[in-house]
């Protein structure tokens, strides 16, 4: 049977659980605080990406939403097909450098053990699959045609 505590030791162990408890609440706070600061970084992050010849560009918050979306005279060339498709790649290529500069935020917090997990909706980075650049296709050149007569038909729906 053990003996009875003296007022001495009970107040040693109180003293160690309210410093134990101390530095639990400060690194609390500074775990805390890294994740605010990661996570303010990475709503941050923006990336850019465009094609090779520069004629669409394409930017990216970091959830991967495009933001902005810039076209040069060069895309008349391209069909509409072709054009959809150089956007997507590019905003694709953009997202894909949005993730990874977010991965890089919370890496090292993953591995020193503050989270657990990357955020959610953050996919691992695939990389870009390697289109064809198109071909470019000329538009077929309009004809002015004869509006000598109505333009409006006055037929039913």
Do not use: C
Request: hydrophobic share 45%; proline share 8%.
């Amino acid at each position: 049977m053990s003996s009875p505590l003296n007022a001495a030791e009970i107040n040693a162990r109180a003293a160690q659980v309210t410093e134990r408890a101390a530095h639990l609440h400060t690194q609390a706070g500074r775990r805390r605080k890294t994740l605010d600061a990661a996570r303010t970084q990475a709503v941050s992050v923006t990336a850019s990406a465009s094609d090779p010849d520069g004629s669409v560009k394409a930017t990216v918050d970091a959830g991967g939403m495009l933001t902005g979306l810039v076209l040069t005279p060069a895309v008349q060339q391209l069909n509409v097909r072709q054009l959809a498709a150089l956007v997507v790649r590019v905003t694709q290529e953009a997202a894909a450098q949005a993730r990874g500069a977010v991965r890089q935020v919370y890496s090292p917090l993953q591995n020193e053990g503050v989270v657990r997990d990357m955020p959610v909706l953050l996919p691992e980075v695939a990389p870009p699959a390697a289109a064809p650049a198109p071909a470019p296709v000329r538009r077929p050149v309009q004809r002015e045609e004869d509006f000598s007569g109505p333009v409006m038909k006055d037929e039913g729906w």
